[in-house]
């Protein structure tokens, strides 16, 4: 299977149940820890120990869970279907109640056609969504940047959008009548007829708010032959209206042409030297950092992001034309998945090469934020080889960094330094990142394999149990609750429940 998912403060607008997690990875740093307590080390499917709820998905599941509001969200396919109009191959986002894994509604969204590529089948709606309040800010699997009611229609249509009975009918098919299960959208900004982007595999991007504005990776990649890239001036770093979904700024990088495989890291947000900055890892394997928006540009008017610094992650490996480097395993150009975390005035990235395409070979990369210009030569503390691609975003906590790759193999390095402490193989290969709380590392690989251990400098294996299927999302803390989505199912652990 080609699919790949990517596989992260204090000017949060409202407020929100100090457990919850309503964003992937925490706001806004990305950083991968969450503030949930007294979360289980072990757990048994098998015999229902501390399994609070266990409820279906599709049959192929890559996103990541998101709980806010009382409300658990997923992306997954429509393997199983849930509502018998919809047969086939569908994006679906799906919205449990989190108490008991009761079902709400869902998001219903036919595939883009005509080309594989651009919408890969079975991949269904890869993106965490973010929540505030009552919005729900998604991106479908077809490149379609969505506000959502948390309510779905069981509070009526809201509007102003009120087309969603076409919106989730196969093209050429009539309107289908919309039902208390379906979602409410409020408002659609199309990534690919108004960002004029080329998507890639899948749609992948969790929306990052500040203010009234949401920040997002495009998504622009490589077409079906993967040596060209059809949108080549199309922006890799796009800023919504939150209120509307207009597009009121982009970058103006020329990224398009250096782009490896495709645009999925997701941004993140810091302070550096009191400036507030907004940090993007682009699919050429650059870390761009550029100030974020003070105000709304006037209707009808796109900024352009105004570039601090960029940091090339591997310039070694700079090329003028990337392409004919796709089926080189050995050298070639590093593109960048995960999200940067941007902390206490550093920024750290994995980076390397592909997954299908370029050299078997990743790194962790540590950066001081407070520069200008090109920084390659002067911002970097530290650089730590990985064991082989990493598509991930890192955890940080108590002077420890953890993170997986597709080597098998779960890292713990000194933050600080880079230094290796120890390492951790399982059978399977990561696609998700680590999860730091409670005291405790949480990992879950393509073998199906949640892995415990503790978040110390003394590696210390709690559990390894086995689930259903293979798993590509990253584990998620919420109100005392741990969340592992697999292929098929999303399970919810806690500590003292018998299921």
């Known amino acids: 299977m080609r699919l790949f998912v990517l596989c992260l403060l204090p000017w949060l607008p409202h407020v929100l149940d100090a457990g919850d ?51 658990v969200f997923i992306g997954t396919n429509n393997g199983r279907p849930r509502d018998r109009r919809h047969q086939g191959d569908r994006g679906v986002l799906m919205c449990f109640d989190e108490k008991d894994g009761a079902f709400l509604w869902q998001l219903i969204v036919p595939k883009l056609e005509d080309d594989v590529y651009l919408d890969w089948p ?43 009975g076409r919106h989730m009918a196969l093209r050429g098919q009539p309107a289908l009548e919309v039902t208390p299960i379906d979602a409410d959208i409020l408002w659609c900004f199309d990534l690919v007829s108004q960002g004029g982007i080329h998507p ?42 939150k209120s509307t979904g207009r597009l009121v700024a982009k970058d103006d990088e020329r990224i398009g042409p250096h782009i490896f495989h495709c645009t999925w890291s997701s941004p993140a947000l810091g302070e550096a030297n009191g400036r507030k900055l907004i940090v993007f890892g682009g699919g050429d394997g650059i870390v761009y950092a550029f100030e974020a928006l ?14 601090v610094w960029q940091f090339d992650t591997d310039p070694a490996g700079r090329v003028p034309d ?44 540590c950066i001081r934020a407070d520069g200008q210009g090109d920084v390659t030569r002067t911002a970097e503390v530290w650089k730590t080889p990985l064991r082989e691609h990493c598509c991930q975003t890192p955890s940080i906590a108590n002077g420890l960094l953890f993170v997986c790759d597709l080597g098998r193999t779960l890292h713990c390095l000194d933050a600080a330094t880079g230094a290796p402490q120890w390492t951790h193989e399982t059978r399977g290969s990561f696609w998700g990142s680590t999860l730091v709380a409670d005291g405790k590392v949480y990992a879950s690989s393509r073998m199906g394999e949640l892995v ?10 709690l559990q390894t149990v086995v689930l259903d299927s293979a798993i590509s999302s990253t584990p998620t803390a919420a109100n005392g609750v741990l969340y592992i989505a697999t292929q098929n199912k999303l399970y919810a652990f806690q500590n003292g429940a018998t299921r």
């Open 21 to 71: 997690q309503p964003q992937w990875g925490e706001r806004f740093t990305r950083n991968m820890v969450a503030e949930a307590r007294n979360l289980p080390s072990e757990v048994d499917p098998a015999t229902g120990r501390n399994v609070r709820w266990i409820v279906d998905l599709g049959n192929e599941t890559h996103g990541s869970p998101i709980v806010a509001n009382g409300r």
């Open 122 to 164: 079975s991949g269904g709606i890869c993106s965490p969504p973010t929540v505030e309040g009552d919005r729900v800010y998604a991106l479908s699997n077809r490149g379609e940047v969505l506000c959502l009611d948390l309510h779905g229609q069981a509070n009526g249509n809201d509007g102003p959008y009120r087309d969603e």
């Open 200 to 241: 890639h595999d899948a749609a992948h991007s969790s929306v990052l708010i500040d203010g009234e504005f949401l920040y997002l990776n495009s998504g622009n990649g490589v077409d079906n032959t993967h040596r060209r890239i059809r949108k080549p001036d199309a922006p890799s770093l796009v800023v919504l209206e």
């Open 294 to 307: 003070t105000e709304m540009p006037p209707e009808g008017e796109v900024r352009t992001l105004k570039k």
């Open 322 to 365: 990337c392409h004919p480097y796709k089926g080189n395993r050995k050298e070639g150009p590093s593109n960048i998945k995960g999200m940067p975390v941007f902390l206490d005035g550093r920024v750290y990235v994995a980076s390397g090469g592909d997954i299908w395409w370029g050299k078997r070979e990743a790194r962790m990369t």
């Open 452 to 461: 415990i251990l503790e978040a110390a400098r003394e590696k210390r294996l």
